[in-house]
């Protein structure tokens, strides 16, 4: 009798711990879905009171407006572009200085490593003025070395792929050095297939972060030709007033490739998530 009534008891917690669950995914999926309705719902029916969630006509109007008045595939190319050659270099650079902080012993290599982790906590604006300094020495306004060069350090991709080699066994690099490898081949042939999910996990977050980059294009760029998605859409916003069905579609059409690349890499977001919180 008290073995059923435990069970009664578990089930009743589980039972209340998915309820949970479902009712949380659904209130983070309702703006969504409140966007894809908008964007389907003419200019006159956006504001109609009470709200409709279900379009009653639903209409493709607003993305053929979008896509036919604005040069939209031209802000995706331009997004893409960016973000993949952002999130490339991430990954190269952010993964070497990983291994010369986690595998190579050097002198006062964990207070370099603290100093270069301490300026996480320098705000981006400040970093900004200087950024644009640099860039304008170098001829780089307006330009697409302009947008991605900057953009391929952070401080946080060499922090999280540096937890995730100081999980790795030392036994196994001790092994490669007696076979005659070097430290490059160690990096290449040891280090980067065991860091693979972590490597997913940062390839998310840089893939996602460049995606969204609106500032730093915004005091880069001044042409719409090298313009990407988050300046693309402000261009929907009038000065006057919005036409909110227009301004949905063109966001739907930004979510999509993010939504995506997310559920794609989602088992080695975990992955290397749980990976990068091992300690040696």
């Not at 956006?46 to 802000?75: C, D, H, W």
């Not at 960016?82 to 990983?98: C, E, H, N």
């Not at 998310?204 to 995606?211: D, L």
Request: glycine fraction near 6%; include cysteine.
């Amino acid at each position: 009798m008290k073995k059923d009534t435990t069970n009664t008891r578990r089930a009743l917690k589980q039972a209340l711990f998915y309820l949970l669950l479902i009712v949380g995914a659904f209130i983070m999926l309702v703006p969504f879905l409140w966007m894809v309705s908008t964007s389907l719902k003419n200019s006159g029916a956006t504001m109609v009171l009470p709200p409709e969630f279900i379009p009653s006509e639903p209409t493709a109007e607003n993305y053929q407006t979008v896509t036919g008045k604005y040069p939209m595939l031209r802000f995706l190319w331009n997004s893409l572009l960016v973000a993949v050659l952002t999130t490339l270099g991430q990954i190269v650079f952010s993964s070497m200085a990983a291994y010369a902080f986690a595998r190579m012993h050097f002198k006062g290599r964990d207070k370099l490593f603290l100093l270069y982790l301490a300026t996480m906590m320098v705000p981006t604006q400040v970093t900004m003025i200087p950024q644009f300094i640099l860039v304008k020495e170098f001829g780089w306004l307006d330009s697409y070395q302009g947008l991605i060069i900057p953009t391929m350090f952070a401080v946080f991709g060499t922090f999280l792929m540096r937890q995730a080699m100081l999980s790795i066994p030392r036994e196994l690099e001790e092994a490669a050095f007696m076979d005659g490898a070097n430290h490059f081949k160690v990096f290449i042939h040891v280090c980067l297939p065991l860091v693979k999910p972590t490597i997913a996990a940062l390839s998310i977050f840089t893939f996602m972060a460049s995606w969204n980059n609106f500032l730093w294009p915004l005091i880069v760029i001044s042409s719409n030709d090298l313009a990407t998605l988050p300046l693309g859409l402000s261009l929907l916003q009038g000065r006057w007033g919005t036409d909110w069905g227009l301004m949905m579609a063109g966001v739907v059409i930004s979510v999509v490739p993010i939504l995506i690349v997310y559920l794609f890499a989602q088992k080695y977001f975990i992955q290397g998530m749980t990976m990068s919180g091992m300690k040696e």
